[in-house]
């Protein structure tokens, strides 16, 4: 049930503070339309779990993910976008107006910005957790594949995606060890027989993960158990990349805005920052399950504040003008 208690009404409302929703909020807010930003549960979003980021334009020398999002926080704010901590649990519109129900009150607003990203499914094994984001556990190769050069590494995971991964990672490392829980591959003949000649590859099959092993500072090894025999195998390499799949964060506009079968939200087919309901604006990864990194995310950002600008100013003309809005 939404509450009736509104704190908050805004021209635009942007759900979600990663690098899509900031760079949003700092296009937004130059055009004077006084963004508020809810934060969600993770303010600044998946690249405060990671330690460097060296492909975001700009930082020739690389730069720490929390470093990069409190940046663009910065610059939102000084523009004057507003934050606010709080999550969104649903969405409704009444006419031309959207209610957000958070966890600690309703907010009303003009336009909403969906920036809600997609979380990587981990799998929960020993050590997963105390080695992510830095220190050999990742969820992207594209983005951690450079560190390592020359090393040795294991992907988990058996559909495209996973094997795409081990295919990337063969350009740097030594040897790419490609762990699935069954006996043939969920991705694409094409892809399948791409990894299999692959010299580099090693495919362990029907195989889990049972622990990640470090020394406290870095991953140096994998636990892994044989799920038809039952036995154990070390196995040691320097980095694990989990491909499994992503979480995308939707289900607070389930039944609101459209999904596709794996939860990402369906933009409109003319342009894909727009959702198909008048008002309501996509970015970044919650969007977009083909090209997850940061640059785009705040690409699409931009472009969903540019697009619920224009919409704004379009929505005034023909319904209640913006200033008579925010008064009422
Ligand atoms: C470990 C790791 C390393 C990475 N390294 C790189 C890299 O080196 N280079 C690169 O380009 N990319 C990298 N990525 C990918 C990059 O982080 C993502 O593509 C990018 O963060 C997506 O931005 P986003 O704003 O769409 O979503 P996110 O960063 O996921 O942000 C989503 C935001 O939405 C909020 N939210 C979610 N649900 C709700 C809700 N119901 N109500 C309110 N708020 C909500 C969250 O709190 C969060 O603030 C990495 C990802 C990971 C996990």
Not at 139 to 146: E, N
Not at 160 to 181: G, M, N, P, W
Request: aromatic share 8%; net charge neutral.
């Amino acid at each position: 049930m939404l509450t009736t208690k509104i704190i908050e009404k805004k021209m635009l409302i942007i759900i979600g503070s990663g690098c899509a929703g900031l760079t949003a909020a700092i296009y937004a807010a130059r055009a004077a339309l006084y963004p508020l930003v809810i934060d969600g549960n993770q303010p600044g979003g998946q690249l405060t779990t990671t330690t460097d980021i060296e492909n975001f334009p700009g930082f020739p020398d690389g730069i720490g993910g929390y470093e990069l999002v409190d940046r663009m926080r910065k610059q939102a704010e000084r523009f004057g976008a507003a934050f606010v901590s709080d999550h969104i649990r649903a969405m409704r519109n009444e006419g031309e107006v959207f209610y957000l129900d958070g966890t600690r009150t309703t907010y009303e607003s003009k336009a909403v910005i969906i920036a809600t990203g997609a979380s990587p499914r981990l799998l929960g094994a020993s050590g997963e957790a105390e080695y992510f984001g830095g220190k050999g556990v990742s969820t992207c190769a594209t983005c951690d594949g450079a560190f390592y050069r020359g090393k040795d590494v294991a992907v988990i995971g058996g559909g495209d995606s996973a094997v795409e991964e081990a295919i990337f990672l063969t350009r740097f490392c030594q040897k790419v060890y490609l762990i699935h829980r069954r006996d043939s591959l969920r991705a694409s003949a094409s892809m399948t027989r791409r990894i299999v000649e692959n010299p580099k590859v090693q495919i362990i099959w029907n195989s889990v993960l049972e622990e990640v092993l470090g020394n406290g500072l870095r991953v140096t090894g994998l636990r892994i158990c044989n799920v038809k025999t039952n036995i154990e195998q070390i196995l040691s390499c320097s980095g694990v990349f989990i491909a499994v799949g992503h979480k995308p964060n939707s289900s607070f506009a389930i039944g609101v805005i459209p999904i596709d079968s794996h939860g990402y939200f369906i933009p409109r087919a003319d342009d894909a920052s727009c959702s198909p309901m008048d008002g309501v604006f996509l970015a970044g990864d919650c969007s977009n399950s083909l090209y997850q990194q940061a640059i785009i995310a705040a690409g699409t950002g931009a472009r969903a504040a540019i697009a619920a600008e224009r919409w704004l100013v379009g929505a005034a003309e023909k319904c209640v003008p913006i200033r008579e809005y925010l008064q009422n």
